[in-house]
């Protein structure tokens, strides 16, 4: 689920590739959860309400379905 969340989030980033705004908090919060994926870290729940609201609602969903 980790690596279907990511492709999602990614995606959402390419997606919004052309608006600036939304690239300015897609951007960070994919990294961030990269981030928590890679070192082990369990990302919050309001984190993943977040990535689901402003990222990409599959990601989001993915990441809430995760019991990390």
């Not at 951007?27 to 990535?51: E, L, N």
């Amino acid at each position: 689920m980790k690596t279907a969340a990511k492709i999602f989030m990614l995606l959402a980033c390419v997606a919004t590739g052309w608006l600036l705004i939304p690239l300015c908090w897609t951007i960070p919060m994919t990294v961030h959860y990269f981030h928590c994926v890679r070192d082990g870290r369990p990302a919050g729940t309001g984190y993943k309400v977040c990535v689901l609201l402003f990222v990409n609602l599959i990601a989001g969903i993915l990441m809430l379905c995760d019991g990390d």
